[in-house]
């Protein structure tokens, strides 16, 4: 039976027109299954060379190296702007994902004076409950939090029962980190607008996995990071998207020289530039920057649709093993079933999910763990092959089967 599992991936394989991506990216040890790029993405090979030849202009060229270094972040902006569905000129990559949550969530609220409520949900990513109960708590603000069920993803319903006149922002995941399942963009930014309230958007878990249509929407605003399905490199920076209307009709709270029009003038007083440069705050971090960009190129080479296309398959492929091997070990899907309802990650609950990802990685595959009793498997589309699918869910039964991962510890410590 295991065959046949295995002749389908095979198959599959040689007919997936995104195969050739594999040969980009740097495979140092091709034994090892890599399932966690939604957490950090793979070494691709251009970045290697890049990097290199960014280092050398800093060598030979020095402070001369600005010239073109300070392109960078409006060069890997309109990149990413195609990845996600936006115009050139919509987008910059900027500070952290975190920052530039801040950043634009300050923005939309004082483009929305009077209204004294903040919408998000209680699944929502740490960072982003965070920092908006900071800025609630920092300008006497209700952070009203909706109630979601963590496997299914966002409920419209419960989003739209939560938005009156009230409301200044409403800021979601697009998808989610947990069960990587897909909110209704469109619809919750439609209903946000109903109300007029604005809405940010944080899109680190779909920007290069699944089609985002930010014009198409209507988007206000959104952030993500581009270490993730964007293989831009440990802590490379984030990016942020302001809608073209909307660039000088907020303001950011952080007024630094890189958003000031003639930043060389150095003048008595700030008068931010007229797009989307504006959003910047400091000098840019020029090598991690490179990286993003090299990283961002490679998937607006390979195009998103077909990227989200492959994710579906793998991820189908992927729930297909879970039924047939795993459900019958004590696993259950914590992701939707309907593969357009899902990014490129597939979510498992076992009762003892933090020693199965100590015992699967000792046995030479990359998960990560999610509290409480979450086994996260990425299969970024670019790099993952069916048969790497393949070879990770048969360790997976084996180890579990075999209770390979019972003298694991059972109380997660460090980072998961
Ligand atoms: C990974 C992730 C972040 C990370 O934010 P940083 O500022 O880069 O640490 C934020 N939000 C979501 C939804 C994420 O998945």
């Known amino acids: 039976m295991g ?106 609220l004082a483009a929305r004076p009077g209204r004294t409520v903040i919408v998000t949900d209680d699944d929502n990513f740490p960072t982003d409950r965070y920092v908006l109960a900071g800025i609630a708590a920092d300008r006497g603000l209700t952070l009203r939090m909706v109630g979601t069920d963590p496997d299914r993803g966002i409920d419209p319903a419960a989003v739209t029962a939560a938005l009156d006149g009230d ?23 439609a209903a946000a607008h109903e109300v007029g309230a604005l809405v940010l958007w ?28 964007l293989n831009g490199g440990p802590g490379a920076p984030a990016f942020l998207y302001v809608r073209a209307d909307l660039q000088t009709v907020v303001r950011q709270p952080i007024w630094g020289w890189f958003g000031q029009s003639g930043q060389f003038a150095m003048g008595p007083s700030y008068d931010p530039l007229p797009d989307i440069r504006r959003f910047l705050v400091g000098t840019p971090p020029v090598l991690a920057a490179y990286a993003a960009l090299e990283g ?35 696993f259950r899907l914590a992701s939707p079933r309907d593969p357009c309802r899902r990014g490129a990650h597939v979510t498992l609950h076992h009762p003892q999910a933090w020693q199965v990802c100590q015992a699967l990685k000792a046995a030479g595959v990359i998960p990560d763990f999610r509290a409480p009793d979450r086994l996260r498997l990425g299969m970024a589309p670019l790099y993952t092959r069916f048969v790497d699918v ?11 089967g075999a209770g390979a991962h019972e003298p694991y510890p059972s109380v997660p410590a460090g980072i998961t």
């Open 3 to 108: 065959d046949t599992h295995l002749d389908r991936a095979v198959r599959l394989d040689r007919a997936d027109r995104l195969a050739g991506y594999r040969d980009r990216f740097v495979i140092a040890d091709p034994a090892l299954v890599y399932l966690d790029g939604n957490s950090l993405g793979r070494l691709p090979v251009a970045t290697r060379e890049r990097l290199r030849a960014v280092v050398d202009t800093w060598g030979t060229e020095l402070i001369g190296g600005w010239d073109r270094w300070i392109e960078v972040n409006r060069a890997a902006g309109d990149v990413l702007a195609g990845i996600v569905g936006a115009a050139a000129g919509e987008v910059i990559l900027a500070d952290s994902t975190s920052v530039n949550l801040y950043k634009l969530a300050c923005a939309a």
């Open 167 to 189: 409301v200044a922002l409403l800021c979601l995941s697009h998808v989610s980190y947990r069960s990587g399942a897909v909110a209704d963009l469109p619809a919750l930014t």
């Open 202 to 229: 944080d899109l680190c878990h779909s920007a290069g996995a699944v089609p985002v249509g930010l014009t198409a929407a209507g988007a206000d605003l959104a952030v993500g990071c581009t270490y993730k399905y």
């Open 296 to 330: 961002a190129r490679l998937t607006a080479e390979a195009g998103v649709e077909a990227i989200a296309a492959k994710g579906r398959a793998l991820t189908g492929y992927a729930v297909d093993l879970v039924d047939a091997w795993l459900a019958p070990l004590g």
């Open 390 to 400: 393949h070879s990770g869910l048969s360790r997976l039964r084996d180890v579990v």
